[in-house]
């Protein structure tokens, strides 16, 4: 039984229970910001224009995740097992003898271009890259920093 003080006529009872309902989603999400895949804590974030930035992100993140799970989900893939597929994909140096270099990824397997082509991806074929490197690994707790 749900209770409410709004009216009949303010908020039938089929929307009351919808909105209820709808709860349940919104407590999902969080629990997938925290946890799941965002990690959205611990924040060490002191200033409220960076605490509320941080979590805009997260909440752009949690889109990007909803959208996903929504076109894998005739996949027999959850939405991890898809951005790990997703993590093999890598980019090459082609270094010709005669030939200017080039980057490029190599045509990935059929279960990655499934994922890609159900999120309406189209990988780009050519690259400009600036030269800098970037680490995106986590640092586990037993190395040294």
């Keep these: ?14 929307l009351v229970h ?57 996949l027999d893939c959850t939405v991890e097992e898809g951005l790990h597929a997703l993590a093999t994909l890598c980019l090459v140096e082609v270094a010709p003898q ?7 990824i190599p045509t990935p397997r059929d279960a990655i271009a499934r994922l890609l082509h159900r999120a309406d991806i189209t990988l780009p074929t050519t690259f400009a890259l600036s030269g800098t490197r970037v680490s995106t690994k986590k640092k586990l707790p037993s190395e040294p920093v």
Aim: glycine residues 0%.
């Design 18 to 74: 919808d909105r209820y309902k709808d709860l349940a989603s919104v407590e999902r999400a969080f629990r997938a910001c925290k946890t799941v895949h965002l990690e959205v804590r611990p924040i060490f974030l002191r200033l409220e224009a960076r605490t509320r930035a941080h979590a805009f992100v997260v909440m752009l993140a949690y889109q990007i995740i909803r959208y996903l799970a929504s076109c894998w989900s005739t």
């Design 98 to 104: 005669h030939a200017p270099s080039y980057h490029c």
């Design 1 to 14: 039984m749900l209770k409410t003080d709004l009216t009949p006529a303010q908020a039938p009872k089929e």
